[in-house]
């Protein structure tokens, strides 16, 4: 099985929906051609591309058969990623992680946000990574040091931003919770826990 495609069409923006539904277009084709038997989407309206693709070149009801090649090793899984930490992304992970998290402690657990359909997973994925540069005193591109006063100040400057579109009383409540997690010694097993404490 394949991993979900985000995208979800985008209203009132056709060079904007063409584009996302050629990045799912790509991503069917990646999983077919990859030995995959299905898939999944974020949003109904991808389905008959997502078929499209798989009853193209699957024509069977699976690829048991077909062989597989993996050219990755024991010491593939253990590096360190490479590549550059840079501004903008830990604003975004910031931006994200408050705006996800915000609509789940509304009842919301699945969030459009920038036209990709948000989960759990990727509040998890914003606030480790967050976690991780602080804790490492990871260095951006341009020179700086992601500390916690830095991560303060996106936190505040996304939460202005927010203001008047998100409930305050959540959005307040997901600040909160974002800058405490992503200041621990020790990086909370789930964002989720913490957080069931903030629910009525």
Same mark, same amino acid.
């Given at each position: 099985?394949?991993?979900?495609?985000?995208?979800?069409?985008?209203?009132?923006?056709? /060079?904007?929906?063409?584009?996302?539904? &050629?990045?799912?277009?790509?991503?069917?084709?990646?999983?077919?051609?990859?030995? !995959?038997?299905?898939?999944?989407?974020? !949003?109904?309206?991808?389905?008959? $591309?997502?078929?499209?693709?798989?009853?193209?070149?699957?024509?069977?009801?699976? *690829?048991?058969?077909?062989?597989?090649?993996?050219?990755?090793? /024991?010491?593939?899984?253990?590096?360190?990623?490479?590549?550059?930490?840079?501004?903008?992304? $830990?604003?975004?992970?910031?931006?994200?992680?408050? *705006?996800? $998290?915000?609509?789940?402690?509304?009842? #919301?657990?699945?969030?459009?946000?920038? #036209?990709?359909?948000?989960?759990?997973?990727?509040? /998890?994925?914003?606030?480790?990574?967050?976690?991780?540069? $602080?804790? @490492?005193?990871?260095?951006?591109?341009?020179?700086?040091?992601?500390?916690?006063?830095?991560?303060?100040?996106?936190?505040?400057?996304?939460?202005?931003?927010?203001?008047?579109?998100?409930? @305050?009383?959540?959005?307040?409540?997901?600040? *909160?919770?974002? &800058?405490?997690?992503?200041?621990?010694?020790?990086?909370?097993?789930?964002?989720?826990?913490?957080?069931? /404490? !903030?629910?009525?």
């Amino acid at each position: 099985m394949g991993g979900m495609a985000a995208q979800i069409p985008v209203k009132n923006d056709p /060079e904007a929906n063409k584009a996302a539904l &050629e990045r799912v277009r790509e991503d069917k084709l990646r999983e077919v051609w990859a030995g !995959h038997d299905g898939t999944w989407v974020a !949003h109904p309206g991808l389905i008959p $591309l997502a078929e499209f693709i798989f009853d193209t070149y699957m024509p069977g009801p699976n *690829q048991l058969d077909r062989p597989l090649s993996c050219t990755s090793g /024991e010491s593939d899984l253990l590096c360190v990623p490479a590549g550059p930490i840079t501004g903008p992304g $830990l604003s975004l992970n910031v931006d994200v992680g408050l *705006q996800y $998290l915000a609509a789940w402690l509304g009842g #919301n657990g699945c969030v459009p946000i920038y #036209n990709l359909m948000e989960d759990m997973a990727t509040a /998890e994925i914003c606030r480790a990574q967050v976690w991780q540069w $602080l804790r @490492h005193g990871a260095r951006m591109d341009d020179g700086r040091v992601v500390t916690s006063a830095v991560v303060g100040g996106l936190v505040r400057q996304h939460v202005a931003k927010l203001s008047g579109r998100v409930p @305050h009383a959540q959005l307040s409540t997901a600040a *909160q919770l974002f &800058e405490e997690i992503v200041n621990t010694d020790s990086c909370p097993d789930f964002l989720s826990m913490p957080a069931y /404490e !903030h629910i009525d």
